[in-house]
């Protein structure tokens, strides 16, 4: 079957620029995350979503980073007015419940580059 | 505040010598532990998790709560092992990780 994908694969911004980043889950998966990986590093949690809604956003940076599932399915996250340390790949992963020890799995990712 | 550490980065290896990627971490509370592995062009994909405590692809991690490890061991690579490994640790009610750094598994010929 169809595992999550995301879109685009690679993104070119320059400094100030807005972007968005899209993950569709697999089909039937209640929890959604995002994780930011810095060139070098492993995942870094930003945020949760339980169907639509925004349970956890501890991890995001800045008031730059917006997140939303409006319709519990596909997940948006926005970056505003990029800077050249928001360059990293972002991680969208999905896993069937809402809670518990799931498997999370992770979609092949969106390589930003901030220029 | 949780943390995961992988203290070395690169592991390089002949094929069929054991391997040791070490892991410790630091939790208050119950510890969920995970390995992730991600091939070379593949994405970031579940190896084991300590709860099943089973053996995949001939690698087996063992819970030390003592010493707040879970290193993952292979008796014997093989040039497939090659990937990079993320030791990874799920918290809170909706379980996201906190991941290492990453080590880098080589298994030459």
């Known amino acids: 079957g169809a595992g999550v994908s995301q879109s685009p694969r690679y993104k070119v911004a320059k400094r100030g620029q807005d972007v968005a980043l899209r993950c569709d889950p697999i089909s039937g998966h209640v929890s959604l995350f995002w994780y930011q990986q810095a060139l070098g590093q492993g995942p870094e949690f930003l945020t949760y979503f339980q169907n639509e809604a925004q349970l956890d956003k501890s991890g995001l940076p800045s008031d730059r980073f917006f997140a939303e599932r409006p319709e519990g399915s596909v997940s948006t996250l926005k970056i505003q007015r990029t800077q050249q340390e928001d360059s990293a790949v972002y991680l969208c992963?999905?896993?069937?419940?809402?809670?518990?020890?799931?498997?999370?799995?992770f979609g092949p990712g969106t390589r930003l580059t901030v220029t | 505040a949780q943390r995961v550490t992988q203290p070395e980065k690169l592991l390089s290896v002949f094929k069929g010598a054991p391997v040791e990627l070490k892991c410790n971490y630091s939790y208050s509370g119950s510890p969920e532990l995970f390995w992730y592995v991600q091939y070379s062009r593949q994405r970031l994909q579940l190896l084991l998790r300590?709860?099943s405590r089973e053996s995949i692809k001939g690698f087996t991690a063992d819970l030390n709560k003592g010493e707040t490890s879970f290193h993952l061991k292979k008796p014997f690579a093989q040039e497939e092992d090659s990937a990079m490994y993320y030791c990874a640790l799920a918290t809170g009610a909706n379980s996201k990780l906190t991941f290492g750094k990453g080590i880098t598994l080589s298994v030459r010929p």
């Open positions: 300590h709860i």
């Open positions: 992963a999905s896993s069937l419940q809402g809670t518990g020890s799931y498997e999370q799995y």
